[in-house]
Every structure is written in structure tokens, then in C-alpha cells.
């Protein structure tokens, strides 16, 4: 069983969500009327314990990392595009960079499993654990130690930037060939057959998707997971990236700082870090709703109603910081909206 150190993970602000609700009924519209922005407002007040939280500190933390599955011709692109990407991020070229710098949240890239080398820089955190994982066909795409070693970087990634003043987060990933991790760990967990959770990826025809489908059996069957012990899972069958996301999740709670969801790799390691420690449900916010179809399983398992349904399937965490304006936008309707009273507008009778 895991060994990894779980931090402490407090349940949400009573206090602070039974104030939100009360204010919410009392501002200047019909009750429940701002619908899924009226919840929202309140889960955020639970997570941070007040009302008005400052989250103008906003960050995307992309872990990327290579997969060994992917010389299995599980991806429509080579291997070299995730550390090709990695540049791309860190030049500001990537559809990431442009909604960060729309909605005002830093982009920290974390290169903890990409093959080969990359270039020193201000934006890059060099935490490399392996030079990717090993083919899961072959047997276990990790070691467990690798894997603990993973979800600890992500403690430590999102315990600095939770001491640098970041209160807002959101999870993005790069690697080719995570999405057949994702599948594989979201049909483990959930129970649910390989073919009913897997999707095209980076954009896989028919006979690829067909191809990827009898991988993602095989290497279950190669594996053996014990789906009683969620580590053993994830080292069986996932990435480093995603074990990454793992650790910035439980972190995260712990600091009690809102957690937006990507699409299915992000879910994954969602899903990863729920079986761990249950207690970290409440922080996690789910951003979009991906085309991927194990997304939809995986957030039914969690019993999670995404924000956004755009039809994104593009990961780096682009549909978790679309979102970041709805959170924004909860927190300031609930605080700066005028009451019946201020407003002088008469309540319902």
C-alpha cells in the first residue's frame, strides 16, 4: 500500500459557506437565479474560509513528461513533440500562454519526465525523475518510488507558489501518449471496459483508436493493478506527469487553494488523488467538460458537473484557465452585487 505522506486536508468552512449562502439570498435578484455562479461562490467560501478571497495570484502548473507507450503507436504524433511543446510553452507560443496571459495567471512548467535535455529558463522547474515512463506493455510504466517521488514534486511545486502568494490553480499537462495512461487508469479505477473510456487523442483514426484500445487491455493485463491500492495503480499504469498532479492536488487542499480541473489527464490524476485521500474531493473544481469519453466517466465517478462544455480536447490546462473567469466572476457577484436593503428594491413577498 502507499507511503506516501499525505497532508492534512480540513473540510470545507461551514462557517464561511453558511455566510455565503445567506448573503446570496439576500442580494438584488431572485433566489438562486445566477444558478451554477451562486454554488460556485459558495464551494470557493468553503475552500478558502472567507467571502471576498483575493485570487488575482493565479497560476497553471503544466507537469510534462514522456510516456514509453507511446512507441506502441497509441498518439497521431511523434514522441519529440512533448519536449518540442515544452519549448513552445516556455516561448509563449502555445494556445496556453494566450489564455493565461488573457485571464492573468502565470504558466509554470514542470519538466518532470520529458526525454532529453531542455534549455535552462526563468519559466521552467527542472524536477526530472525519469526520461519518461517505461512501455506499459512491457510491465510497470514506474517504479513506486518513482511514483511517490512524483506526487511529492507536485507537494513541493504548489507549496512554493502557495508561499509566494498563488491562492487560484489550475492543472495542465504535456505528453504524448498521456491520454492512453489517463484510459487505462480511469478504466481501473472505475471499472468501466477500455473501449468505453477511451478516446482519439491527438486526433487517432479509426484503426489507431482500435489500436490504442487492445494496448490499454493489454497492458492491464500485463500489469495486474490492485485496484485496492491506488499507487500501485498509478505506478502500474501512469505517468509522471500525471502522478505530478497527483501531489499539487493534495497540496493544494491542504492550503486550502481552489483547484480547476483540466480535461482527462487532469481528471486521472483527479480521480488518482480522490482514491488517496478522499478528503481532497471538495477542493477540486472541474473546468470543462472534454470530448474524451472517459472525461464524462471519470466525472461521473467523482460526482462532478464541469463549468464549460466547448468541446475542447486539447489538455495544457486551457479549459481550467477559461474557467478561472467563472471563479472570478462568483466571487464578485457574492461580494459586490447590492443587497435588497442597500439597493432600496423591494424582496419577494
Same mark, same amino acid.
Given at each position: 500500500?502507499?507511503?506516501?505522506?499525505?497532508?492534512?486536508?480540513?473540510?470545507?468552512?461551514?462557517?464561511?459557506?453558511?455566510?455565503?449562502?445567506?448573503?446570496?439570498?439576500?442580494?438584488?435578484?431572485?433566489?438562486?437565479?445566477?444558478?451554477?455562479?451562486?454554488?460556485?461562490?459558495?464551494?470557493?467560501?468553503?475552500?478558502?474560509?472567507?467571502?471576498?478571497?483575493?485570487?488575482?495570484?493565479?497560476?497553471?502548473?503544466?507537469?510534462?513528461?514522456?510516456?514509453?507507450?507511446?512507441?506502441?503507436?497509441?498518439?497521431?504524433?511523434?514522441?519529440?513533440?512533448?519536449?518540442?511543446?515544452?519549448?513552445?510553452?516556455?516561448?509563449?507560443?502555445?494556445?496556453?500562454?494566450?489564455?493565461?496571459?488573457?485571464?492573468?495567471?502565470?504558466?509554470?512548467?514542470?519538466?518532470?519526465?520529458?526525454?532529453?535535455?531542455?534549455?535552462?529558463?526563468?519559466?521552467?522547474?527542472?524536477?526530472?525523475?525519469?526520461?519518461?515512463?517505461?512501455?506499459?506493455?512491457?510491465?510497470?510504466?514506474?517504479?513506486?518510488?518513482?511514483?511517490?517521488?512524483? !506526487?511529492?514534486?507536485?507537494?513541493? @511545486? *504548489?507549496?512554493?507558489? =502557495?508561499?509566494?502568494? +498563488?491562492?487560484? %490553480?489550475?492543472? #495542465?499537462?504535456?505528453?504524448?501518449?498521456?491520454?492512453?495512461?489517463?484510459?487505462?487508469?480511469?478504466?481501473?479505477?472505475?471499472?468501466?471496459?477500455?473501449?468505453?473510456?477511451?478516446?482519439?487523442?491527438?486526433?487517432?483514426?479509426?484503426?489507431?483508436?482500435?489500436?490504442?484500445?487492445?494496448?490499454?487491455?493489454?497492458?492491464?493485463?500485463?500489469?495486474?493493478?490492485?485496484?485496492?491500492?491506488?499507487?500501485?495503480?498509478?505506478?502500474?499504469?501512469?505517468?509522471?506527469? !500525471?502522478?505530478?498532479?497527483?501531489? @499539487? *492536488?493534495?497540496?493544494? =487542499?491542504?492550503?486550502? +487553494?481552489?483547484? %480547476?480541473?483540466? #480535461?482527462?489527464?487532469?481528471?486521472?490524476?483527479?480521480?488518482?488523488?480522490?482514491?488517496?485521500?478522499?478528503?481532497?474531493?471538495?477542493?477540486?473544481?472541474?473546468?470543462?467538460?472534454?470530448?474524451?469519453?472517459?472525461?464524462?466517466?471519470?466525472?461521473?465517478?467523482?460526482?462532478?458537473?464541469?463549468?464549460?462544455?466547448?468541446?475542447?480536447?486539447?489538455?495544457?490546462?486551457?479549459?481550467?484557465?477559461?474557467?478561472?473567469?467563472?471563479?472570478?466572476?462568483?466571487?464578485?457577484?457574492?461580494?459586490?452585487?447590492?443587497?435588497?436593503?442597500?439597493?432600496?428594491?423591494?424582496?419577494?413577498?
Amino acid at each position: 500500500m502507499n507511503m506516501i505522506p499525505i497532508p492534512v486536508i480540513s473540510p470545507l468552512n461551514e462557517t464561511a459557506m453558511q455566510a455565503a449562502r445567506q448573503r446570496q439570498d439576500q442580494l438584488t435578484k431572485p433566489r438562486g437565479s445566477l444558478g451554477k455562479l451562486e454554488q460556485l461562490s459558495i464551494q470557493i467560501a468553503g475552500i478558502t474560509g472567507c467571502l471576498n478571497p483575493d485570487l488575482s495570484q493565479k497560476a497553471v502548473i503544466v507537469m510534462a513528461a514522456d510516456h514509453g507507450v507511446a512507441a506502441s503507436g497509441v498518439s497521431a504524433y511523434p514522441p519529440d513533440v512533448t519536449r518540442q511543446m515544452v519549448n513552445n510553452f516556455l516561448n509563449g507560443g502555445a494556445a496556453i500562454n494566450v489564455l493565461s496571459r488573457q485571464a492573468g495567471a502565470q504558466v509554470v512548467v514542470v519538466d518532470i519526465g520529458v526525454s532529453g535535455d531542455l534549455p535552462q529558463h526563468e519559466g521552467l522547474l527542472p524536477c526530472k525523475i525519469a526520461a519518461g515512463t517505461r512501455n506499459i506493455l512491457q510491465g510497470p510504466a514506474m517504479t513506486h518510488e518513482q511514483a511517490e517521488r512524483a !506526487i511529492q514534486t507536485g507537494m513541493r @511545486v *504548489m507549496e512554493d507558489l =502557495a508561499n509566494k502568494g +498563488v491562492r487560484l %490553480v489550475a492543472t #495542465g499537462e504535456m505528453g504524448i501518449g498521456n491520454t492512453t495512461a489517463s484510459a487505462a487508469l480511469i478504466s481501473v479505477f472505475t471499472g468501466k471496459q477500455p473501449a468505453s473510456v477511451t478516446g482519439r487523442g491527438t486526433g487517432l483514426d479509426d484503426n489507431g483508436l482500435r489500436r490504442k484500445i487492445e494496448v490499454i487491455e493489454q497492458a492491464i493485463q500485463v500489469n495486474q493493478p490492485d485496484n485496492a491500492d491506488p499507487l500501485d495503480v498509478l505506478a502500474k499504469l501512469g505517468g509522471l506527469e !500525471i502522478a505530478g498532479l497527483v501531489g @499539487v *492536488m493534495l497540496q493544494a =487542499a491542504a492550503r486550502r +487553494v481552489p483547484v %480547476v480541473l483540466d #480535461g482527462v489527464i487532469a481528471g486521472a490524476a483527479a480521480l488518482t488523488a480522490c482514491k488517496l485521500a478522499p478528503q481532497v474531493k471538495p477542493y477540486l473544481i472541474a473546468g470543462h467538460q472534454s470530448v474524451e469519453p472517459g472525461h464524462a466517466v471519470l466525472m461521473e465517478s467523482l460526482d462532478m458537473e464541469p463549468l464549460l462544455g466547448l468541446d475542447l480536447r486539447l489538455g495544457e490546462g486551457t479549459g481550467a484557465v477559461l474557467a478561472f473567469h467563472l471563479m472570478e466572476a462568483a466571487v464578485k457577484t457574492l461580494n459586490e452585487m447590492a443587497t435588497f436593503a442597500e439597493a432600496g428594491v423591494s424582496e419577494e413577498v
